[in-house]
């Protein structure tokens, strides 16, 4: 079975970095684009940032533009979120989803990790 | 506040059919697919409605979409007790070029 399994959250201070890594198996990772969808307590879903699966495209939410850096490395299968100058908005619990894609056309996130969550707070 | 709206509530009986907007605009719903995902809370969201109103294995055909310029609209129809969760349409943004989600819709089944 597909299986994505987040890890890195933890508690950081205001301004902090914190970076959160995705571990995929049971498909071929290189083909799929990755994303990380954000959820804060008690809120809805956030997307935050899109990666393609031979990293050509990539895409960031206006909210963590200059602060994030999706990244990926298709030889050990995994995903990154590297977050900097952290905020107490950025607090969530942090999604990593594949999606499959064919050209332009993708075809929605059809499998998430269970989350990793994030609390930003002095 | 999410450029995609929901109603933030939503209710049935069992057995009824219900329905779940989604408003948008010409950047993001009038010109790009939308997608729908289920969230029972404490979990992690399921996708229910992929491009061309396809449903992944194992996603009932009780549940279906529409769409029509600029909204969306996700069907429940034979409602059950186990429908009751958070509902997120979502779709791509070409003016923003990103995914937008919209503001959740919590359906309950009375």
């Known amino acids: 079975d597909v299986q994505l399994v987040e890890s890195g959250g933890g508690l950081v201070k205001p301004g902090g970095s914190l970076r959160l890594s995705c571990a995929a198996s049971e498909f071929t990772f290189s083909s799929y684009s990755m994303n990380w969808v954000r959820q804060a307590p008690g809120k809805g879903l956030e997307w935050v940032s899109s990666l393609s699966g031979d990293t050509y495209y990539i895409f960031y939410a206006d909210s963590v533009k200059g602060r994030f850096t999706i990244s990926r490395d298709n030889a050990k299968n995994s995903l990154y979120l590297q977050m900097n100058s952290l905020r107490a908005e950025d607090s969530a619990v942090y999604y990593c989803a594949r999606e499959p894609c064919s050209g332009n056309k993708c075809d929605g996130f059809d499998y998430w990790g269970q989350g990793t969550l994030v609390t930003v707070s002095s | 506040q999410s450029v995609l709206t929901q109603p933030p509530s939503a209710s049935g009986t069992p057995g009824q059919r219900v329905t779940i907007s989604c408003s948008g605009g010409?950047?993001?719903?009038?010109?790009?697919?939308v997608h729908w995902y289920q969230q029972i809370p404490g979990t992690a969201p399921k996708l229910l409605i992929s491009s061309d109103n396809q449903r992944p294995s194992g996603v009932p055909d009780r549940f279906s979409d529409s769409k029509s310029g600029t909204s969306a609209s996700l069907a429940i129809s034979g409602l059950q007790s186990e429908d009751e969760a958070d509902y997120y349409c979502?779709?791509?943004?070409?003016?923003?070029?990103?995914?937008?989600f919209g503001g959740g819709t919590k359906l309950t089944v009375l």
């Open positions: 979502a779709a791509w943004d070409d003016s923003l070029k990103g995914r937008l």
């Open positions: 010409s950047s993001n719903i009038g010109s790009n697919t």
